[in-house]
T-cell receptor, first 110, second 113 residues
Framework: GEDVEQSLFLSVREGDSSVINCTYT??????LYWYKQEPGAGLQLLTY?????DMKQDQRLTVLLNKKDKHLSLRIADTQTGDSAIYFC??????????FGKGTTLSVSS | DSGVTQTPKHLITATGQRVTLRCSPR?????VYWYQQSLDQGLQFLIH???????AKGNILERFSAQQFPDLHSELNLSSLELGDSALYFC????????????FGPGTRLLVL
């Protein structure tokens, strides 16, 4: 079945850039999403990209999509301690269910 | 605030019991999705309803069922509960158009003792 893979941990220093990577298997994906989950909280939509785009920028967030390699990345510029959270990559399967990766825990140290 | 509400926030119950989780979608959204988040399985899709009708099923156990009512709120019923059902249950809503962004509620944390 369809799968979404992410690395589990990323540790950066405050002010650095963070890059979180994701690979997916469904070649018919139309939208790919990044969600953020803070401790004890729900899932917050950060950004999404349509499959016919290569890049999308939204303030400190940059999403890169390599459709040939089925690789998605999220870059957070000038990472702050408040960015510490779990980041989930998600693929929209057949326009209905979201298939999530296991999540990448981002730890930001000052 | 996503506009999706879920009640209760926390639920503690015993094995063998039955519970009902409730979700109210964002105003105007016709689709409701249920997801389960557990440490071992991660975030998994359970079921999708659109305007009162079931549209898709994921890894939902037979002990679990859901429905969406005419006012578009949805309930997830979990019965014969087992320890392994302890998890965070999320509801999400969208307009219902294919590929439309799903907005998540704050979740219900279920603990089965």
């Amino acid at each position: 079945g369809e799968d979404v893979e992410q690395s589990l941990f990323l540790s950066v220093r405050e002010g650095d850039s963070s890059v979180i990577n994701c690979t997916y298997t469904d070649s018919s994906s139309t939208y790919l999403y990044w969600y953020k989950q803070e401790p004890g909280a729900g899932l917050q939509l950060l950004t999404y990209i349509f499959s016919n785009m290569d890049m999308k920028q939204d303030q400190r967030l940059t999403v890169l999509l390599n459709k040939k390699d089925k690789h998605l990345s999220l870059r957070i510029a000038d990472t702050q301690t408040g960015d510490s959270a779990i980041y989930f990559c998600a693929d929209n399967q057949a326009g209905t269910a979201l298939i999530f990766g296991k999540g990448t825990t981002l730890s930001v140290s000052s | 605030d996503s506009g999706v509400t879920q009640t209760p926030k926390h639920l503690i119950t015993a094995t063998g019991q039955r519970v009902t989780l409730r979700c109210s979608p964002r105003s105007g959204d016709l689709s409701v999705y249920w997801y389960q988040q557990s440490l071992d399985q991660g975030l998994q899709f359970l079921i999708h309803y659109y305007n009162g009708e079931e549209r898709a099923k994921g890894n939902i156990l037979e002990r679990f069922s859901a429905q969406q009512f005419p006012d578009l709120h949805s309930e997830l019923n979990l019965s014969s509960l087992e320890l392994g059902d302890s998890a965070l249950y999320f509801c999400a809503s969208s307009t219902g158009q294919p590929g439309e962004t799903q907005y998540f509620g704050p979740g219900t944390r279920l603990l089965v003792l």
